[in-house]
């Protein structure tokens, strides 16, 4: 029998150590990048394997493909989340902080694609999930350099699904809104329909469901996990 291989970048803590730990309890072998030591810890808990660094380093990112192609030969599931981007009001924002924004949420997606990609056309099939934000579409001053990039990776998605898809490689993007990984404020859990915050596992639950076979259709959407925060046509 095949082991399926799923790889999560930035997942030290937060939706992406719980994503590699559902995953894990699925029967996924992971592989889990972080900028942190925790990220390495999780992976040997998990009988894994782990890197420490950047997923804003090709090289880092790269070091994390190889070591799993290396002990398992193949990677179906590419997990990338991400760290926290610039906030400022929205015209106080530098030109650095601006391209810093691209690289926390746009380029942390793109680069570990680029790596991946090819290894799942070679083995008939894949799937790639980001976790973006619930404010993608409907964009906050609170979050400026995430909704802006985020919005971005909606395109990027479609226009990567139009171009990969028939080689059975699925994107999908998880926007998640009020989770329990950020500080809790009354104000922002009385503004969601459900009054009260989600959890990393769910976010986790959602991701494992996109990386299972009952997701086979599931392709170039973005996934909303909100408590009904924004709501779509």
Do not use: C
């Amino acid at each position: 029998m095949t082991e399926k291989v799923a790889l999560i970048t930035a997942a030290g803590s937060g939706m992406g150590a719980a994503a590699a730990r559902k995953l894990a309890a699925d029967g996924f072998k992971v592989g889990i990048l972080s900028s942190s030591g925790r990220g390495e810890a999780l992976a040997l808990e998990l009988g894994g394997i782990g890197v420490t660094g950047s997923n804003q380093s090709p090289d880092d990112l790269k070091s994390l493909v190889d070591q799993a192609v290396a002990r398992w030969g193949r990677v179906d599931v590419l997990v990338n989340s991400a760290g926290h981007g610039p906030r400022a009001p929205i015209l106080d924002i530098s030109d650095d902080d601006w391209h810093r924004g691209m690289e926390t949420y746009l380029l942390n997606v793109i680069r570990p694609t680029r790596l991946v990609t090819p290894l799942m056309q070679q083995q008939g099939g894949g799937t790639i999930i980001n976790i973006s934000t619930a404010w993608a579409f409907e964009p906050s001053d609170m979050f400026p350099t995430s909704a802006v990039f985020r919005s971005g990776l909606a395109a990027f998605t479609k226009i990567f699904t139009d171009t990969y898809a028939r080689d059975n490689v699925r994107m999908n993007n998880v926007l998640p809104g009020w989770i329990d990984s950020l500080p809790k404020r009354e104000e922002r859990r009385a503004s969601v329909p459900m009054q009260r915050y989600g959890t990393s596992e769910e976010i986790a639950a959602t991701i494992a469901f996109l990386a299972s076979e009952g997701a086979a259709y599931i392709t170039g959407q973005n996934l909303r996990v909100d408590g009904g925060l924004s709501r779509s046509v």
